[in-house]
């Protein structure tokens, strides 16, 4: 059974960095294609990054700078540095992962909030 476990979210000032975690079960997130999404609040659900099995990334034209994916192979585990936050960050962060032929997976989400 996959599970994909996101953590690291919370309340945070503008301003402020946090690091999300995605620990994944019952796949090897080398192998896959594996992302970060996140959604506001009334808002459909956009992609932040991507990082394929070859360590190539992808970010969203307006997420480049601040945002930075990352996996640890050992650990089995993705990553996502968030710096610099702004208040128009606040949404739920979601994992992902993809594989050619296999059906797409994603995490509960985990909450990130920016206020003063």
């Known amino acids: 059974q996959v599970q994909l476990v996101e953590s690291g979210g919370g309340s945070v000032q503008p301003g402020g960095s946090l690091r999300l975690s995605c620990a994944a079960s019952g796949i090897i997130v080398s192998t896959y294609v594996m992302g970060w999404y996140r959604q506001a609040p009334g808002k459909q659900r956009d992609m932040v990054a991507l990082i394929s099995s070859d360590g190539s990334t992808n970010y969203a034209n307006s997420m480049e700078g601040r945002f930075t994916i990352s996996r640890d192979n050992a650990k089995n585990t993705l990553f996502l540095q968030i710096d610099s936050l702004k208040p128009e960050d606040t949404a739920v962060y979601y994992c992902?992962?993809?594989?050619?032929?296999?059906?797409?997976?994603w995490g509960q989400g985990t909450q990130v909030t920016v206020s003063s």
């Open positions: 992902y992962a993809r594989k050619h032929g296999v059906q797409p997976y």
